[in-house]
């Protein structure tokens, strides 16, 4: 079986994770965004996976080439020359995503974070026997996305509304797909939105199905939500008692720390922080919804909440850094620094507090 | 000592790119040396500014970057000039001196009778004739150009005091925190090769000093202010100026032209003025010109790249430089700024204190504008490269970085 990433561009709201990596490749609870899902659909059977790109392909190749020999899934990048939009990159993939085999073929959004059930989502396509299949998630704001309308006894898709001003429904479009390789036949080569172009032609034939995504469900695209997300994470995580969650009387909530991470005495880590590959966390500190990324070094007495620390930055003694500050890589925050929100692009060093939510190129 | 065929070597100082945050946006995909000035790089001026030297053997280039990022624009000015023009790299930081000596052996090679030493991120006239003969005059080991500036802000430089009728060096400190002299260092120096023993009577010191260090308990215990430096870090002012001043070793060369140093993208937008200014004596083939009928109007200093193409009805400058490819539409108003490669600005748009990065797009009616001081880190609105301003948005007093698109006007902000 098959599947397409949709990779994208430039992951500019990630800045300045991304200024470093390429979005796909940024850690999200101690793992490359990309892998989650890479995972996900290695575990259902998938055996090829093309990952519709327009950025930085060889950073991305060299990155893959580790994992498909680990993993044993053929991974392929189908690079645009042009942004083709939501549903361009299928036409353009499209000697790679059809075989002999007719099955259908997974498309995800590389943004997503979930629970990923899919399974549930295959069996749910064959026993509707329609074209093509969404998920849809439920959410408190529907009206700051594009809304999925469908009918409530057969899941049949009737419209797509794009950030309605009156309450048409609470689900929309959760960025996962399963269609049939006959979609690939309704989009051209060209700049294309699936959700404006593709989508309402197909259910407007009623063979478009919308299943209700279990679990959570979050677009990490940005650092806000990236830390919500982290929570819903390792939430998810502690409901199926895993055991990759820590343990110990420093640790408060969902916390995961890799194992090649040491804390110091008399720390108190959590809730819901990440804490990567190499990285020292020395005595005294006190961490609190915040990821740290590979080769960290938090330094005695500091106290970081709401924030994320990019790869080998350190956080000097008795620093306070809270409120989504963003380090870049390479950041050195020095001793006693307050910083309250402050993004600072990589290689820089921060000898002088920052007291509001300010960016430091 | 003199011989019918001294031979001159011109060594420019072209830094690197750990220490280079401040140029960002506009350093992340270009080496800031290379970052073009009324039209040409940055390092461009220097080097042309060397090859007016009687007897110039060789440019040499040291820096950190790597040797791939200097290979093109190094090969091609080599063949411009006809003159050897090399790159090479520092392996690790050595000082500012510590780098000169570092590479003694091939800046040597010719024999050379003079050295000049210039830093790359200097704008100024470069009157490196005027100064070698006024350095044979005084005969000393080293001749630094200086300048007079206001006295607020001489503390930002390296404050000297020279004697007024010898124009010896007679005193010089680094950044000062209390007022000593108005005035200041401009980065640029001739020097004879005793310079290098100089500079290895640094190392050698050092080195003693280390030795007796690890006999004294006492000193061990000292403060980090005396932290041992590495024997071959050697920094020119500290090491060098400040202990020879008054010695009868180092003189000065006052300039009375313009003088600034190229630390941030505003700071570019200024310096390339003022190369405008000076071309209009130097090189005035280089400007544009035009009035409107068949040609858009040129008002004051304007340069536009032979590639770049104008429409009639747009009125460009003062203070313009139009990089190769660039598309400048009907009815375009440009007034002080820098249009990087391949840019297109659409009809009737408005650019004004701004630098627009490579590959941008520039919506029709839409405004591009800051208050203009140089000085300020929003003085001067700068977009990354392929940024895209769409129709009618007005972007002001702000910084946007690289891919980005805006399609709501924006006013003093930085756009990640």
């Keep these: 079986m098959k599947a397409l990433i949709l990779v994208g561009g430039f992951g500019t709201r990630?800045?300045?994770?991304?200024?470093s990596v390429p979005k796909p490749l940024v850690d999200f609870a101690n793992k490359p965004m990309i892998l989650h899902q890479i995972e996900a659909l290695k575990a259902i059977g998938v055996t090829e996976v093309v990952l519709a790109i327009n950025y930085q392909p060889e950073v991305m190749l060299n990155f893959l080439k580790d994992f498909e020999t680990k993993l044993g899934i053929k991974i392929t990048c189908s690079q645009e020359t042009?942004?083709?939009?939501?549903?361009?990159p299928l036409a353009l993939a499209r000697d790679k995503l059809i075989d002999d085999s007719g099955e259908p073929f997974f498309v995800l959004n590389s943004d997503v974070i979930s629970e990923y059930p899919l399974k549930e989502m295959i069996d749910f396509h064959k026993a509707h026997g329609g074209e093509a299949s969404i998920m849809v998630t439920k959410v408190d704001e529907p009206s700051k996305y594009g809304v999925v309308v469908m009918e409530e006894s057969t899941r049949k898709?009737?419209?797509?509304?794009?950030?309605?001003?009156?309450?048409?429904?609470?689900?929309?479009?959760?960025?996962?797909?399963?269609?049939?390789?006959?979609v690939l036949d309704r989009i051209e080569l060209r700049p294309t939105s699936i959700e404006k172009e593709v989508f309402p032609k197909i259910a407007a034939e009623q063979k478009l199905y919308a299943m209700v995504l279990p679990g959570f469900w979050m677009d990490i695209g940005q650092p806000r939500d990236y830390i919500t997300g982290l929570r819903l994470y390792l939430d998810?995580?502690?409901?199926?008692?895993?055991?990759?969650?820590?343990?110990?009387?420093?640790?408060?909530?969902?916390?995961?720390?890799?194992?090649?991470?040491?804390?110091?005495?008399?720390?108190?880590?959590?809730?819901?922080?990440?804490?990567?590959?190499?990285?020292?966390?020395?005595?005294?500190?006190?961490?609190?919804?915040?990821t740290v990324m590979r080769g960290v070094r938090i330094k005695k007495h500091a106290c970081i909440s709401s924030s994320i620390i990019g790869w080998h930055s350190t956080v000097g003694q008795w620093a306070r850094v809270e409120n989504m500050t963003i380090l870049g890589e390479d950041v050195h925050v020095s001793d006693e620094i307050y910083s309250n929100g402050g993004v600072v692009l990589p290689h820089k060093e921060i000898k002088s507090s920052i007291l509001k939510p300010e960016i430091v190129m | 000592?003199?011989?019918?065929?001294?031979?001159?070597?011109?060594?420019?100082?072209?830094?690197?790119?750990?220490?280079?945050?401040?140029?960002?946006?506009?350093?992340?995909?270009?080496?800031?040396?290379?970052?073009?000035?009324?039209?040409?790089?940055?390092?461009?001026?220097?080097?042309?500014?060397?090859?007016?030297?009687?007897?110039?053997?060789?440019?040499?280039?040291?820096?950190?970057?790597?040797?791939?990022?200097?290979?093109?624009?190094v090969s091609?000015?080599?063949?411009?000039?006809?003159?050897?023009?090399?790159?090479?790299?520092?392996?690790?930081?050595?000082?500012?001196?510590?780098?000169?000596?570092?590479?003694?052996?091939?800046?040597?090679?010719?024999?050379?009778?003079?050295?000049?030493?210039?830093?790359?991120?200097?704008?100024?006239?470069?009157?490196?004739?005027?100064?070698?003969?006024?350095?044979?005059?005084?005969?000393?080991?080293?001749?630094?150009?200086?300048?007079?500036?206001?006295?607020?802000?001489?503390?930002?430089?390296?404050?000297?005091?020279?004697?007024?009728?010898?124009m010896e060096l007679l005193h010089y400190t680094e950044k000062p925190e209390t007022f000593v002299s108005d005035l200041i260092n401009c980065g640029v120096y001739v020097f004879t090769p005793e310079i290098f023993t100089a500079i290895q009577d640094v190392s050698m010191h050092r080195e003693d000093r280390a030795n007796l260090r690890r006999v004294s308990s006492f000193e061990a215990l000292q403060s980090a202010t005396s932290r041992a430096l590495p024997t071959d870090f050697v920094r020119l002012d500290q090491d060098i100026l400040s202990p020879l001043a008054g010695k009868k070793q180092l003189y000065t060369y006052e300039t009375m032209d313009f003088w600034e140093q190229i630390k941030t993208p505003g700071m570019s937008l200024k310096c390339s003025a003022l190369?405008?200014?000076?071309?209009?004596?130097?090189?005035?083939?280089?400007?544009?010109?035009?009035?409107?009928?068949?040609?858009?109007?040129?008002?004051?200093?304007?340069?536009?790249?032979?590639?770049?193409?104008?429409?009639?009805?747009?009125?460009?400058?003062?203070?313009?430089?139009?990089?190769?490819?660039?598309?400048?539409?009907?009815?375009?108003?440009?007034?002080?700024?820098?249009?990087?490669?391949d840019v297109e600005i659409k009809e009737n748009a408005v650019v004004i204190h701004s630098i627009v990065g490579w590959k941008s797009s520039i919506g029709k009616w839409s405004r591009v504008q800051a208050e203009g001081d140089h000085n300020a880190k929003l003085g001067i609105t700068i977009l990354g490269e392929a940024v895209t301003v769409e129709d009618e948005v007005v972007v002001i007093n702000s910084i946007v970085l690289p891919n980005k698109t805006l399609n709501v006007s924006v006013q003093e902000e930085i756009i990640l």
């Design chain 1, 14 to 19: 990630l800045r300045p994770l991304t200024l």
């Design chain 1, 82 to 88: 042009e942004p083709l939009g939501t549903a361009g």
């Design chain 1, 157 to 182: 898709v009737e419209k797509f509304v794009e950030k309605p001003k009156l309450f048409v429904g609470n689900k929309i479009n959760a960025g996962i797909y399963l269609l049939n390789p006959s």
């Design chain 1, 236 to 290: 998810s995580l502690r409901k199926k008692s895993s055991s990759k969650l820590a343990t110990g009387s420093h640790i408060v909530g969902n916390v995961i720390v890799d194992e090649t991470a040491k804390i110091g005495e008399g720390c108190l880590i959590g809730p819901d922080v990440a804490i990567g590959p190499g990285c020292v966390v020395e005595a005294g500190v006190r961490l609190s919804r915040c």
């Design chain 2, 1 to 73: 000592m003199e011989s019918s065929d001294e031979r001159v070597v011109a060594v420019i100082m072209v830094g690197g790119p750990t220490k280079g945050t401040r140029f960002r946006p506009l350093s992340f995909n270009t080496p800031k040396p290379l970052f073009p000035l009324a039209g040409q790089p940055m390092v461009h001026h220097p080097i042309s500014a060397c090859k007016r030297i009687p007897n110039l053997a060789q440019i040499f280039l040291i820096g950190f970057y790597e040797e791939r990022e200097f290979a093109l624009y």
């Design chain 2, 76 to 166: 091609s000015i080599s063949n411009e000039l006809k003159l050897p023009v090399r790159y090479l790299k520092e392996d690790k930081p050595h000082g500012s001196a510590g780098g000169l000596y570092y590479f003694r052996d091939m800046i040597m090679e010719d024999s050379p009778s003079h050295v000049f030493l210039l830093n790359c991120d200097v704008c100024c006239s470069f009157p490196l004739p005027d100064m070698l003969e006024a350095h044979k005059r005084y005969g000393g080991m080293g001749t630094m150009l200086v300048i007079k500036v206001s006295a607020e802000s001489a503390h930002q430089f390296g404050e000297l005091v020279a004697d007024p009728t010898t």
């Design chain 2, 275 to 341: 190369y405008l200014a000076q071309f209009r004596h130097t090189s005035p083939h280089l400007l544009a010109g035009g009035d409107g009928t068949k040609t858009a109007t040129i008002s004051g200093d304007v340069y536009v790249h032979p590639s770049a193409k104008v429409h009639p009805t747009a009125k460009i400058g003062p203070n313009v430089s139009i990089s190769a490819n660039v598309r400048i539409g009907a009815g375009v108003r440009l007034i002080s700024c820098i249009i990087l490669d």
